[in-house]
């Protein structure tokens, strides 16, 4: 079963494009949302993260959209650059819990 | 410290052997996870500890997995009698206080059983 439902597996855009990635969750004890950023023959990085008190957070170019009514969440990223092209990553975790359950993974390229 | 740091880079063992991977944590941090991450999928939660206490196991991590933290700093996995599905990237991830500083993940084992 998987916990956390990651689309698209793949997207391809073009410099100063914004890619959006998106996140669906089934389980409503979720109460944290971290995305992370992997690239080949690295372990993943934390990029943001959000509660669910809060519909969006920014850092940087990258912002979390959060809607706890759809049990939704997305990352955006502005003005892409060819050096965001990596697999990047949402999770979840529930109160209690220090394990983060992870979603399949989006592989972005971006092109110059 | 660079970061969290993770012996072998690569392991390439033939099945039923046994194998044990190496990882050192963030000095200052007290809390080590690892995970297991297959090609083309997320990572998989394997275990947690809290200094040198185990506090949370997957029902991944069969009877052949064991993980200890001696004394609350480095970790070891071990993996006995490997199998072909074992192959895969084994990652170690340390934080400090509240998961919501996150983690930060070593660049991995990757393990491949022939």
């Known amino acids: 079963q998987q916990q956390v439902k990651q689309s698209p597996q793949s997207l391809i855009v073009q410099k100063g494009g914004i890619p959006i990635i998106n996140c669906a969750y089934e389980n409503t004890a979720f109460d944290y949302f971290p995305w992370y950023q992997q690239f080949p023959g690295k372990g993943p990085a934390l990029l943001i993260a959000i509660r669910p008190d809060v519909s969006e957070k920014k850092e940087g170019r990258f912002t979390i959209s959060f809607n706890k009514s759809a049990k939704q969440f997305s990352l955006h990223i502005m003005d892409s650059q060819p050096g965001d092209s990596a697999t990047y990553f949402c999770a979840a975790s529930q109160g209690g819990s220090e394990k983060l359950v992870f979603g399949k993974g989006t592989k972005l390229t971006v092109n110059p | 410290d660079t970061g969290v740091s993770q012996d072998p880079r690569h392991k390439i063992t033939k099945r039923g052997q046994n194998v044990t991977f190496r990882c050192d944590p963030i000095s200052e941090h007290n809390r080590l996870y690892w995970y297991r991450q297959t090609l083309g999928q997320g990572p998989e939660f394997l275990t947690y500890?809290?200094?040198?206490?185990?506090?949370?196991k997957s029902r991944l991590l069969s009877d052949r997995f064991s993980a200890e933290r001696p004394k609350g700093s480095f970790s070891t996995l071990e993996i006995q009698r490997t199998e072909q599905g074992d192959s895969a990237m084994y990652l170690c991830?340390?934080?400090?206080?509240?998961?919501?500083?996150?983690?930060?993940f070593g660049s991995g084992t990757r393990l491949t059983v022939v």
């Open positions: 500890f809290q200094n040198e206490a185990q506090l949370e």
């Open positions: 991830a340390s934080s400090l206080v509240a998961l919501f500083l996150g983690y930060t």
